[in-house]
């Protein structure tokens, strides 16, 4: 890929630190990606299971109040209902970003090498105009990837979407909070650092990018979790795969994951303020 004049090509940053051997590189990545499967599916239930215990607390104390005795079983799971988007936020918020950490400093966590290395990447001019770069690539390619599928009769809804509207309603600010700063830095810490960052050391960036992209992908839109029809779902792996890969060239370019996590906020507050502007069209 070339450069316009006014952002010269760096250096391809060294390879982060880890081991090189490409066999146990690829083991490392399946590992991985299992521990965080596992620690995310554990988080999310062990905060659903509190909510479902805090909100069984609220119907008893409501009808407690009310005088009308204890509900009957058959009642109660309509009454307590279902995680609002708060809670729905939050439980992401606990499960994938705890599931990162936990990646990052069990397996992946930065040498005091790397962390000055990128510092010092973080600080150059070219990094952040790179970082537009992707940011508006990723934008413009989703932007025609939806239109020609549009004209193909392809419309898919995305998962998130009818939590982000009802965030939107109710709570603007931690929404802004959770789409545009939490999110992207706990993603790509997980997908580029970890997963991604396990087979760039292994000097096997080419399948790092992908095979992180297709799990970056199948994690926000899971199979047999949505009404979209095959080609929608394959619309929005398109989309989710090509910006996880463009975030992934970009960490490697720069050398510093504060670029790819720039590029994702950016990315996030267009889509939020398309959302805020034209609605879910």
């Known amino acids: 890929m070339s450069a316009p004049p006014s952002l010269p090509v760096s250096p391809t940053p060294p390879l982060p630190t880890a081991t090189r051997r490409q066999g146990s590189a690829l083991l490392g990545f399946g590992l991985d990606l ?101 940011a508006a690539g990723v934008f413009a390619g989703s932007s025609l990837i939806g239109i020609i599928a549009k004209q193909l009769g392809i419309e898919p809804v995305p998962t998130n979407l009818p939590l982000m509207e009802q965030a939107l309603a109710h709570y603007p600010a931690f929404l802004v909070a959770f789409a545009v700063f939490l ?33 970056f992908a199948l994690v926000h839109e899971i199979p047999g979790t949505s009404p979209n029809t095959l080609p929608a779902m394959l619309q929005l792996w398109l989309i989710y795969g090509g910006m996880g890969a463009a975030f992934a060239w970009l960490y490697r370019h720069t050398g510093t994951l504060w670029a790819a996590i720039g590029a994702h906020a950016i990315n996030n507050a267009i889509a939020l303020a398309a959302l805020v502007l034209f609605g879910a069209q």
Do not use: N
Not at 57 to 86: N, Y
Not at 193 to 204: I, P, Q, S
């Open 183 to 215: 999110a992207p830095a706990y993603e790509e810490l997980l997908f580029r650092r970890v997963l991604f960052g396990r087979l760039w050391a292994a000097d096997r960036p080419w399948l790092g990018m992908l095979l992180s992209s297709a799990a």
């Open 34 to 134: 299992l521990i965080a499967i596992g620690a995310l599916l554990a988080l999310s239930l062990a905060c659903s299971l509190a909510w479902g215990l805090w909100r069984g607390i609220e119907v008893g104390l409501e009808a407690a109040r009310s005088g009308a005795g204890a509900p009957d079983p058959g009642e109660i799971a309509t009454l307590m209902g279902q995680p609002g988007a708060l809670a729905q936020m939050l439980i992401a918020l606990i499960g994938t970003g705890g599931a990162a950490l936990l990646l990052y400093f069990w397996r992946r966590r930065a040498t005091p090498a790397e962390r000055v290395q990128s510092r010092h990447a973080a600080l150059k001019p070219t990094t952040w105009g790179w970082t537009l770069l992707v």
